[in-house]
Nanobody
Framework: QVQLVESGGGLVQAGGSLRLSCAASGRTFSSYAMGWFRQAPEKEREFVARISRSGIITGYAESVKGRFIISRDNAKNTVYLQMNSLKPEDTAVYYC???????????????WGQGTQVTVSS
């Protein structure tokens, strides 16, 4: 069982930056690949970024590639999402999730946080 708690969301102007954190409970954090997803109003939840158990392998949605950076600190049981050059279309609730192996599909993730709101004003 893994419990995930996101933090770091907020309101930012276009072009600004935010760093999201996701703290995990339990001793098995390093056994899970981690992902970030987002869901805008009236839209389906979509993949944003993923990172392997070791942190060596990462992957990004095309819409955020070059602007967002996912990282993890297994000693702190925490995964991060550094978001730079934010755009109004990045506005959404952002969720972190844990999976046995890396994936871009929501269905492959077993555990989810409650989400944190990110709002980017133009």
């Amino acid at each position: 069982q893994v419990q995930l708690v996101e933090s770091g969301g907020g309101l930012v102007q276009a072009g600004g930056s935010l760093r999201l954190s996701c703290a995990a409970s339990g001793r098995t954090f390093s056994s899970y690949a981690m992902g970030w997803f987002r869901q805008a109003p009236e839209k389906e939840r979509e993949f944003v970024a993923r990172i392997s158990r070791s942190g060596i392998i990462t992957g990004y949605a095309e819409s955020v590639k070059g602007r967002f950076i996912i990282s993890r600190d297994n000693a702190k049981n925490t995964v991060y999402l550094q978001m730079n050059s934010l755009k109004p279309e990045d506005t959404a609730v952002y969720y972190c999730a844990a999976a046995p192996s890396g994936s871009i599909r929501t269905m492959d993730y077993n555990y989810w946080g409650q989400g944190t709101q990110v709002t980017v004003s133009s």
